[in-house]
């Protein structure tokens, strides 16, 4: 079964400054998609990032970017130019590539709070 | 556009009662999962649906049941509430099979007491 491991529960960072959120993941699988997404206090989770896991180039959404190393299981995001907005729970995604089910597995978060 | 909406947003149920929780995906979207977030963990697949019918079902008892309408909107049923089913409900529509993520909802929050 695929698992994803989250070992940060709290993460800090000044305004402006960048800050690199970790996750790990275990499968034996090829073909798969890994996501980040935000939960903030309303509750909704966004999604932030998306990485397909045949491809070798990082993803990037502005301040968003991934470092994505395929061999050692490991997807972090990092964010640039920190806003009072980035103060959320940072949750890490794994989906299945095929399979009848497509189901999300989290991680346990990571509750990032962004200093003024 | 409206986004994935949830109904209620919050309720409260006494052990042992029954509960329904609707779900409303984006137009257009056929696919619609639930999760349960308990506090403090991250959500917790139950139940996915294309086209009408299951796809999946996660490692929930069968007190948990779910069903989607032809109009894509969903319903997820719990009977005999436990006081361990207080969580956050969260819908997540897509329009294929969630290749490119999934949309969420903001869910809601149930109380068992």
């Known amino acids: 079964a695929q698992t994803v491991t989250q070992s940060q529960p709290e993460m800090s960072v000044q305004e402006a400054e960048t800050v690199t959120l970790s996750c790990t993941y275990d499968?034996?699988?090829?073909?798969?998609?890994l996501f980040w997404y935000k939960q903030p206090p309303s509750r909704q989770m966004i999604l932030v990032i998306r990485?397909?896991?045949?491809?070798?180039q990082n993803a990037t959404e502005n301040r968003f970017s991934v470092n994505f190393q395929k061999a050692a299981k490991s997807f972090s995001l990092k964010i640039s130019d920190s806003q009072l907005g980035d103060a959320a729970m940072y949750f890490c995604?794994?989906?299945?590539?095929?399979?009848?089910?497509?189901?999300?597995?989290f991680g346990t978060g990571t509750l990032l709070a962004v200093q003024p | 556009d409206a986004g994935v909406t949830q109904s209620p947003t919050h309720l409260i149920k006494t052990r042992g009662q029954h509960v329904t929780l609707r779900c409303s995906p984006i137009?257009?979207?056929?696919?619609v999962s639930w999760y349960q977030q308990v506090l403090g963990q991250g959500p917790q697949f139950i139940f996915q649906?294309?086209?009408?019918?299951?796809?999946g079902r996660g490692n929930f008892p069968d007190r948990f049941s779910a069903r989607q309408f032809p109009n894509y909107s969903s319903e997820l049923n719990v009977n005999a509430l436990l006081l361990g089913d207080s969580a956050l409900y969260l819908c997540?529509?897509?329009?294929?099979?969630?290749?490119?993520?999934?949309?969420f909802g903001s869910g809601t929050r149930l109380t068992v007491v």
């Open positions: 997540a529509s897509s329009t294929g099979q969630g290749a490119y993520g999934y949309t």
């Open positions: 499968t034996s699988e090829s073909d798969y998609y």
């Open positions: 990485q397909e896991a045949y491809k070798q």
């Open positions: 995604a794994y989906r299945s590539g095929g399979g009848a089910t497509n189901k999300l597995i």
């Open positions: 137009s257009g979207h056929k696919s």
């Open positions: 649906y294309y086209e009408k019918e299951e796809r």
